[in-house]
């Protein structure tokens, strides 16, 4: 088998350490059962598919939660580990806990112990194998990038750290001496056929700004390797694809032939659930914050001196304006000079707001706006009307992001939490359209995940 056939895609990667995760943990346990006297979970039961199915439901929420199955930190040991010790640790916790559908509890204790301690070296040691091996250079997909310097050098700058792909080199009208140990071939007279040949590529990426002239003499030769099973795509499409945001790109004059909207936006049974969710989950949070007020009351009279609540203009669907209701954490009058984004490490952030917004509880009285239909449970996080005026003047197609209702929480926030400037807020618009552009209930679903994560390791500003 010719290597160009080994390469791992990104989506092949993540079900390979899904489904691996899965066959070590269950290989693990029986290995342990046979040899060892384990009384905890035998394989002999005939409830043995439902503690397996169960068992695995709640390692597959714990380990997204807790970011085990994040490619990043798959490739990384340190990150492996420390994910892994939290992911074994709740999964156990809550599936020896679990009456009926689980494993009683043994009599010695110490077996629970066992079982923790398999699983975390059933998957440890597929995730060492990963690391070693499929992680490997020779698994990587072999890409050649074609295209102006400016755009391959944007390219190269976004994902060029992303271990998942492997850049081998690029087609342009200019060398680019920032990156000497890519391949370059002038744009003029390159032979494509023999550069996948040298260069066992799989795929190759076209930028979209390469001119009309190039592209008419790239054709014939692209042609020519799309039929022998090269992979050819837009290179926008793929930081798309591997960023998770759309590219500026394609927000251009023509930005509908690019941009557009998911099919759940005027799916009547996807809006009807996703409003019977955000009513649900309100009255939960709702609940939360009247038990809990009495006790942030009494820490906000320690730490803020001040309100608790405070009220605040914001834009909403349609770019209808309504009152957004939040737990104080900054000083009083903290605006008297007029209204300024929040800043990483702000001043203007008491002790106690700064718990409130690192735990994202000064979030909590949203559900109030969110029970009302002026929010959703996920969404663009909406803005005020003074910065909004501003973003959509110097931010082309900002006003986009008020197609959908706003959210509690997003994918902009969950990717790119903090916004203290202009261009903060147009990478954050890049997350928000894609989430208006891809939305869906396993979108809605990842970002519900990321936002425990978020709130469990405290990434809040």
């Given amino acids: 088998m010719s290597k160009d056939q080994f390469h791992f895609s990104i989506s092949e990667r993540k079900v390979y350490l899904r489904a691996l995760d899965v066959v070590f943990i269950i290989t693990g346990l029986s290995i342990f059962s046979y040899v060892f006297d384990f009384e905890y979970f035998n394989f002999n039961n005939h409830y043995l598919f439902i503690w397996l199915l169960v068992l695995v439901v709640y390692y597959y929420f714990f380990g997204e939660v807790f970011e085990l199955f994040d490619l990043k930190v798959a490739s990384d040991r340190y990150s492996t580990f420390r994910s892994l010790v939290i992911t074994v640790f709740f999964t156990t916790l809550f599936y020896v806990f679990t009456p009926k559908i689980s494993p009683n509890l043994p009599d010695n204790r110490l077996q629970i112990v066992y079982f923790s301690f398999t699983i975390f070296m059933s998957v440890l040691l597929n ?42 080199g690029y087609v342009s009208n200019n060398q680019l001496t920032k990156y000497p140990l890519l391949n370059y071939t002038a744009i003029e ?69 690019y941009f557009y909207f998911s099919q759940s936006h005027q799916n009547n049974l996807y809006l009807a659930f996703r409003r019977i969710i955000d009513i649900i989950l309100s009255v939960f949070g709702i609940t939360f914050l009247v038990v809990f007020v009495p006790f942030i009351f009494l820490l906000n009279l320690i730490g803020n001196r001040g309100p608790l609540f405070y009220t605040q203009k914001r834009v909403g669907k349609h770019a209808v304006e309504f009152k957004i209701i939040k737990f104080r954490s900054m000083v009083s009058n903290a ?11 702000d001043v203007r952030i008491t002790p106690f707001g700064r718990i409130l917004r690192k735990s994202r509880l000064d979030e909590v009285p949203q559900f109030i706006n969110v029970f009302k239909g002026e929010m959703s449970l996920i969404g663009p996080r909406p803005e005020r009307p003074e910065f909004v005026y501003k973003l959509e003047e110097e931010i082309p197609y900002y006003g986009l992001r008020h197609v959908v209702k706003p959210g509690l929480t ?25 989430y208006i552009k891809e939305r869906n209930l396993m979108l809605d679903f990842k970002i519900v995940i990321k936002t425990i994560s978020t709130v469990l390791f405290f990434r809040g500003t």
Wanted: glycine share 4%; net charge neutral.
């Fill in 189 to 257: 007279n390159v032979n494509i056929e023999s550069l996948i040949k040298e260069k066992a590529i799989n795929e190759i990426l076209i930028c979209s700004t390469i001119n009309n002239q190039n592209a008419k003499k790239l054709n014939a030769q692209l042609i020519a390797s799309f039929e022998k099973g090269v992979s050819i795509k837009s290179a926008d499409l793929f930081l798309e694809n591997e960023l998770f945001k759309i590219s500026e790109n394609q927000l251009v004059g023509n930005f509908y032939n």
């Fill in 335 to 345: 605006e008297n000079n007029g209204a300024v984004w929040a800043q990483k490490g």
């Fill in 127 to 168: 995730r060492l194998i990963y690391i070693q091996f499929i992680f490997a250079p020779i698994f990587l997909k072999n890409i050649l990038l074609i295209g102006d310097a400016n755009s391959i050098d944007q390219v190269l700058t976004k994902v060029t750290f992303n271990k998942a792909n492997h850049f081998v």
């Fill in 410 to 434: 997003g994918w902009a926030q969950v990717m790119h939490p903090y916004a203290g400037t202009v261009k903060d807020q147009q990478e954050k618009l890049w997350f928000d359209l894609y």
